[in-house]
Every structure is written in C-alpha cells, then in structure tokens.
C-alpha cells in the first residue's frame, strides 16, 4: 500500500457520543491502542483490516483538534538564539557510563557508594 493511500479519518455527528477513528498511522494506533487499554469504556478497536488499519470507537469529548499559529520570524529567531545561547544541538564533551544500576535490594553500604554517580537506567521514552 502506497503512503498516499494510507489514510486517517474522524468520523462524528453533532448528536451522537462516540466518534470513529480509522487509521494507518503507527503512532496514532499506538496511542489508540494503549488508550483503550487504559481506558475500554471509552475506547475501544472494532476492526483491524489486512492493510494495516485500524477502527476504532471513542467517546467524542475525549478528542481534540489544536490548531497552532505559525511563528512569526522575530520569535523563531529569538527560539533560535535562545538555543545557541544554551549549547542546544552540541555534542556533549562528557560521557557518562552505561552498565546497568546494580540491584541493591535495600543494601545502604552499597546504596551509599552510588551517591552522586550518572548511570544508565536503559532505554525508555515517554509517548
């Protein structure tokens, strides 16, 4: 299937309570998805076609459109030297350690070694 061809559509009246929400978008069913599981009495997936789409049934009030003024060229210049200004876009010259925080299980001698260390706590995102 062509990207064109991939499609999202809001279906909705002015009487009715749920909206229908049909989409090939990834991230979009994925926030759909974990929303109906969150959330099944105003959620839910009714169909899951062999294209990739997916229909869903959600209460209308849970939906909403922003719309957003464009920024004018005096305030993406002042973003943009803001961010030059703080190093936003810079490599870091400091590199921190990646092996994993060792399981303590409430150990404080040991707990009190890692005070103040950087480690990494593994992937992880926020959607």
């Keep these: 299937m062509k990207r064109r061809q991939k499609i ?16 090939h978008n990834t991230d979009l069913k994925k926030r ?20 990739g789409g997916m229909r869903f049934k959600i209460d209308k009030r ?3 459109i922003r719309l957003t003024a464009p920024y004018s ?3 993406r210049s002042a973003a943009k030297k803001r961010g030059k200004e ?4 810079k490599k870091r010259k400091e590199s921190y350690p990646t092996e994993e925080i060792p ?7 040991k707990a009190n070694g890692l005070c103040g260390e950087r480690r990494s706590m593994g992937t992880g995102g926020v959607f």
């Design 8 to 23: 999202t559509e809001f279906f909705f009246n002015e009487q009715d309570g749920i909206a229908e929400v049909y989409t």
């Design 86 to 89: 703080s190093g936003f876009g």
């Design 32 to 51: 759909l998805m974990q929303y109906a599981k969150a959330y099944p009495q105003l959620c839910q997936l009714t169909e899951a076609d062999e294209d």
């Design 62 to 64: 849970r939906i909403s």
């Design 73 to 75: 060229e005096e305030r």
């Design 103 to 109: 399981d303590l299980h409430g150990d404080p001698a």
